[in-house]
């Protein structure tokens, strides 16, 4: 988990509230990624970020929403849109091609979001 | 699109004995293939990956996994099980062109018995 830090790691939201879970690394990386863990299920991607400023949906992203106005920085929104959150989200990232770690992904901690 | 597939929920070994966890893919190109562990409520930890080469990798804890191209199986094994193995065990794919995020299996249970 070294580098990367996520925060809240419980979080409780009533029906209805947006809440924002966050995502910070050390790491220098480049891309980072969000997603979700169900029981039985995986990992599910929700959004990623390759750049600064720039980021893609992915697999589930409706009812999420995501920024990147800072390199070390990736905070999901995580919207009453959203009809089932309750889940485990995992952020992750990965360094730039220069590097050989390049194609792994390092995961933070993870977040453990209820609705109550 | 691509996918992973593994096909047990949860495999038990005990203590000593050699363990596998099984893990097939499918991708329109040539696979990057990764093993990850999760112990209870934390992130997951990375254990060994295939980017090319030789088709036996070795990774962290004793651990190794062999790609078979014709079968697209990438089964993890370790020759001798720990107690301190028990976890959760994630196989993840992604093509070498296209987005860089993984595509996870649903997680292998494994147990090792004292």
């Known amino acids: 988990d070294g580098g990367i830090t996520q925060s809240p790691k419980y979080l409780f939201r009533k029906e209805g509230q947006n809440v924002t879970l966050s995502c910070e690394q050390n790491l220098n990386h480049d891309a980072m990624y969000w997603y979700r863990q169900d029981p039985g299920q995986g990992l599910r991607l929700i959004y990623y970020s390759q750049i600064v400023n720039d980021f893609q949906k992915g697999d589930i992203a409706e009812g999420y929403s995501v920024s990147r106005e800072k390199k070390e920085s990736f905070p999901l929104t995580v919207t009453s849109a959203q009809k089932n959150p309750t889940a485990f989200y995992l952020c992750a990232s990965s360094p730039p091609p220069e590097r050989v770690t390049y194609n792994e992904q390092f995961f933070g901690p993870g977040t453990r979001l209820t609705v109550l | ?114």
């Open chain 2, 1 to 114: 699109a691509q996918s992973v597939a593994q096909p047990e929920d949860q495999v038990n070994v005990a203590e000593g004995n050699p363990l596998t966890v099984k893990c097939t893919y499918s991708v329109s190109g040539n696979p990057y293939l990764f093993w990850y562990v999760q112990y209870p409520n934390r992130g997951l930890q990375f254990l060994l990956k295939y980017i090319t080469g030789d088709n036996l990798v070795k990774g962290s804890y004793g651990f190794e996994a062999e790609f078979n191209k014709s079968q697209t199986s990438f089964h993890l094994k370790k020759p001798s099980a720990l107690v301190s193995d028990s976890a959760l065990y994630f196989c993840a794919v992604r093509d070498r062109v296209g987005r860089r995020a993984l595509t996870f299996g649903s997680g292998t249970r494994l147990q090792v018995q004292p």
